[in-house]
Structure formats: C-alpha cells, structure tokens
C-alpha cells in the first residue's frame, strides 16, 4: 500500500444509527477515494489487540465492549496526504472538541462512541488496511 492510503472504521455506533451511507457521502465529498470496503465485526481479542496501546486505561473494558458490540464498516481511502486529512475530517477524539463540519462533530454522541476511526500514521495504516483486506479486495 502506498503512503497516500488510510485506513478506517465506522464504528459501531454509526452502524446503529443508519449512519454508514451519510458518512461514506461525507468522505467521498471530501475528496477520499475508497478502494476498500467492508461490513465486519470485531472480536475480543481484535479489539483488545487493536486498542492495545490503552489496555492499562481505565476506559479500556468499555471500549472493547463498544467495538465488538455490533458491525463495523472497514475501509481503505486514498487522498494526497491522506493520514493527516482524515484526521482532520473525523474532528478531536471527543466530538463535544470537534470543529464543526468534522465526521464527530455531525455523527458522535460521546468521547467513548465517537463514530469513526483514522489510522495515526502510515505505517498503522498499512497494517490495519493489511488486517481487513487481501490484495485482491483492495483497489
Ligand atoms: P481512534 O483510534 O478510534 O481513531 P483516536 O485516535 O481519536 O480514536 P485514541 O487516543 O486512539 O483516539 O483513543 C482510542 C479510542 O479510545 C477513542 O476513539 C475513544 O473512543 C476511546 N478513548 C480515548 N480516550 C478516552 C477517554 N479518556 N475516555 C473514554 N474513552 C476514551
Ligand atoms: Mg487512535
């Protein structure tokens, strides 16, 4: 995968809500081209090992409970610079500090179920994309 990928989910908050068609309109508006797509669901051990970084926090049990609740819609988008502007396009982590316009600001309710995800960096976006998809099921 190139450096001009980022990987996604719409969590699933945003499948609950009948979210998944608005917020796909919203990224392709803003210039993202999706090459990869998928409904999934995440197991236990997935979600632990994916939000691994905050298992010694005291959210962490809730947000493996919130990730694996329900589907998730995975997705692999391709941009110019496209890490960072995603990361601008979801909004803050908390959506009650999300910009107006921004994916959270519109669709999340809370700092524990806020919508989306958008990898950190190239090379998270690289081995989350790498998780979901085959070669042949990305574009
Ligand atoms: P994501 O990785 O899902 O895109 P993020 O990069 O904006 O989110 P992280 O710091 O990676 O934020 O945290 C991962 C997820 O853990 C957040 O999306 C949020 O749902 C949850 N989280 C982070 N900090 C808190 C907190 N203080 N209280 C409750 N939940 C939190
Ligand atoms: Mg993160």
Redesign the pocket.
């Known amino acids: 995968m190139t450096t001009n990928r980022t990987f996604t989910m719409l969590k699933p908050d945003s499948i609950e809500k009948g979210n998944i068609g608005a917020i796909l309109e919203k990224i392709s508006a803003s210039g993202f081209k999706i090459v990869a797509l998928k409904l999934t669901r995440l197991s236990k051990a997935e979600a632990e090992s994916f ?1 691994a970084v ?1 298992n010694e ?1 005291p ?1 962490f049990g809730e ?1 493996v409970e919130f990730m694996t609740r329900g589907a998730i819609v995975a997705a692999v988008l391709e941009k110019e610079n496209a890490v960072e502007d995603f990361r601008t396009l979801i909004g803050a ?1 908390n959506p009650a500090d999300a910009a107006e316009g921004t994916i959270r600001k519109m669709f999340a309710d809370s ?2 179920e ?1 919508a ?3 990898s ?1 960096s190239d090379e998270n976006a690289k081995l989350e994309a790498e998780f979901h998809f085959s070669g042949r099921e990305m574009f």
Request: proline content about 0%; cysteine-free.
């Open positions: 939000y905050h926090r959210f947000l982590t700092m524990g806020n989306v995800h958008g950190d």
